[in-house]
């Protein structure tokens, strides 16, 4: 059974930094695109960044551009987001996704595999 499994969420304060990482196994998830994606109690899921199985291409929400980077190893299965500058509207649950295209995409309907999330909390 296909399995993303998210790592690395916690508690931190204003302006530090988190490594997230999602781990895929019963499936060679290496050419699919990846995405991460994050939601809040009350509101829709909404997208974060998201990668192409090449590595070519990169897309981020407005709100994390400059702060957040999305990589991604074929060879391990694995996909991580680098966040920095934290601010506490980055306070959410956080999940991995992956798309059986290569080629990648923003809208959440789009991925049909999802890891169960991961929580990030930051303090002011």
């Known amino acids: 059974q296909a399995q993303l499994v998210e790592s690395g969420g916690g508690l931190v304060q204003a302006g530090d930094s988190l490594r997230l990482s999602c781990a895929a196994s019963?499936?060679?998830?290496?050419?699919?695109?990846k995405g991460w994606f994050r939601q809040v109690p009350g509101k829709e899921r909404e997208f974060v960044a998201a990668?192409?199985?090449?590595?070519?291409?990169?897309y981020y929400a407005d709100s994390v551009k400059g702060r957040f980077t999305i990589s991604r190893d074929n060879l391990k299965n694995t996909v991580t987001l680098q966040m920095n500058s934290l601010k506490p509207e980055d306070t959410a649950v956080y999940y991995c996704?992956?798309?059986?295209?290569?080629?990648?995409?923003?809208?959440?309907?789009?991925?049909?595999?999802w890891g169960q999330g991961t929580q990030v909390t930051v303090s002011s």
């Open positions: 996704a992956a798309r059986s295209y290569g080629i990648a995409s923003i809208v959440v309907d789009d991925y049909a595999y």
């Open positions: 019963g499936r060679t998830f290496s050419r699919y695109a």
């Open positions: 990668i192409s199985w090449s590595n070519d291409d990169t």
